[in-house]
């Protein structure tokens, strides 16, 4: 009998359709990524979300005869950020290089500077263009090493104005949208967060009507909760989890 979870509905599912139909390139990371210019995905590390292997490999072919330097520097203001940007600003920031192309400038044969626009993509081609579907890619950030994946009993938060800024908690493993977030309590202890959490926020102001305020990453640094023994957590999560599930 067939396992029916959103593995095989949704990615390898999508993944295929993209690869036969569409004829994008499909590989599989979840535990079987190496590190390295030769690896499965190029990454030096997990600490990489941009693939630099496959996008220096476009530049070199849409934008042929430039020195190396034009290259490193597109590549750098591709995947440069710094800590005095706001997420919107890094958004509108690499859209703009995608779109228009990255402006560099550089050295030719005879020594003169020259300023010129890298393309990125061929919009007009698109057929030139390389496309790869990843699925599950271990990303490592400042404090964990994650998948972009919900797993089961994970708390949802809303990261935009709603009826609700504690959603719920996630009963299987699923992929959410820019709506959401979420947080991963230690196991058992699930349901206790759950509701300590709406209880803090419900204390909060609505902001018109019915509508809650998005949880913001200041609003979470800002929650304090109170942190009862261990064995009173457990018959908490005794009493309550099963509700929950």
């Known amino acids: 009998m067939r396992e029916y979870t959103e593995s095989t509905l949704v990615q390898q599912?999508?993944?295929e359709y993209l690869e036969k139909e569409l004829g994008w390139e499909s590989v599989y990371a979840y535990n079987n990524e190496d590190f390295g210019p030769d690896s499965l995905l190029g990454r030096a590390s997990d600490r990489e979300v941009v693939l630099t292997r496959y996008l220096r490999s476009k530049l070199l072919e849409l934008n042929p005869g430039l020195p190396?330097?034009?290259y490193d520097d597109a590549i750098r203001q591709i995947t440069a950020v710094t800590v005095a940007q706001t997420l919107l600003a890094i958004n509108r920031e690499k859209y703009t290089l995608l779109r228009d192309g990255v402006r560099v400038t550089f050295r030719n044969d005879?020594?003169?500077?020259v300023t010129g626009r890298l393309r990125v993509f061929d919009f007009d081609n698109p057929e030139n263009n390389h496309f790869l579907c990843v699925r599950e890619l271990w990303v490592r950030g400042d404090l964990y090493r994650r998948r972009a994946d919900i797993e089961p009993e994970d708390i949802l938060l809303s990261v935009r104005a709603s009826v609700g800024r504690i959603k719920n908690i996630t009963l299987d493993k699923i992929v959410i949208g820019r709506g959401l977030s979420a947080i991963r309590p230690n196991r058992g202890q699930q349901s206790f967060l759950f509701y300590s959490l709406k209880n803090f926020f419900s204390k909060r102001h609505m902001e018109r009507g019915a509508i809650f305020a998005a949880?913001?990453?200041k609003d979470l640094h800002d929650v304090e909760l109170l942190q009862p023994p261990d064995t009173l957590i457990e018959m908490f999560q005794e009493q309550v989890g099963p509700i929950d599930h």
């Open 13 to 15: 599912t999508t993944a």
């Open 68 to 70: 190396q330097s034009a």
């Open 110 to 113: 005879k020594g003169e500077r």
């Open 215 to 217: 949880i913001t990453k």
